[in-house]
């Protein structure tokens, strides 16, 4: 199995563009979750989704948007980069409730 | 949004020495509590989901505590050794279950 894979794993932005961080598992998972890492702060729920069709927002989701169309996909669009986007983007999957996270490895991304 | 806190930020220990470290989090409407391991320049691992008062888990050197009537959880290495090294991060799951609220971590170095 490859778990969760998260492309690509580098990305340079200039202010204004767009890109679509993809996440893909192949455990059949429910949920699935999009973090970003902000240095000592842990990290921050962006948007979430509990099955094919569902998502929701997290802690942090201004600027970003997803869709769900799959149980398998789950990516996330930034519209309009900004410098306060850069960090590093982690996408993880649970099968249920009582289950640990399974995290992606990151893309890190840099908006100049 | 909970309030998920972790102390201490960091810690620095000798080789052969045993430490802990605590995460606290809102008692009220608890699921389960979470610990991951995180290296750096890697994705973070789960170590243990506890969801009962007075749970406590195990493995290898690594265990941890769980009291949720007054909200915090433990977590104990024994005996570090340098691939300790790493930011252990909790999580807590409240409420909707949904949505897992992530500590800031704490930062631990294994001296040789």
């Known amino acids: ?11 340079i932005l200039k202010i204004g563009q767009s890109m679509t961080l993809q996440c ?11 973090y970003r890492q902000d240095p000592g702060m842990g990290l921050k729920l962006i948007y979430y989704s509990v099955g094919a069709g569902i998502t929701d927002k997290g802690e942090v ?8 169309s ?30 640990p996270l399974h995290f992606g490895n990151g893309t890190r991304l840099t908006v100049t | 949004i909970l309030n998920v806190e972790q102390s201490p930020q960091s810690l620095h220990v ?15 409407n608890f699921y389960a509590l979470h610990w991951y391991r995180w290296e750096t320049a890697k994705s973070p691992e789960a170590l243990f989901v506890m ?8 493995k290898g050197r690594i265990s941890a505590t769980l009291n949720t009537k007054e ?6 290495i024994k005996g570090s050794q340098p691939e300790d090294s790493a930011t252990y991060l909790c999580a807590c799951f409240s409420g909707s279950a949904r949505q897992l609220t992530f500590g800031s971590g704490t930062q631990l170095t294994v001296l040789p």
């Open chain 1, 1 to 11: 199995n490859a778990g969760v894979t998260q492309t690509p794993k580098f990305r």
């Open chain 1, 24 to 34: 893909a598992q192949d455990m059949n998972h429910n949920y699935m979750y999009w």
């Open chain 1, 61 to 68: 989701p201004n600027g970003y948007n997803v869709s769900r």
């Open chain 1, 70 to 99: 799959t149980t398998e996909d789950f990516p996330l669009r930034l519209e309009l980069a900004a410098p306060s986007q850069t960090s590093v983007y982690f996408c993880a999957s649970r099968s249920d409730h009582r289950s």
């Open chain 2, 14 to 28: 000798q080789e052969g020495d045993s430490t802990n470290f605590t995460c606290s989090f809102p008692s009220s």
């Open chain 2, 51 to 58: 969801t009962l008062n007075g749970d406590e888990k195990k």
């Open chain 2, 71 to 76: 909200g915090y959880s433990y977590l104990y």
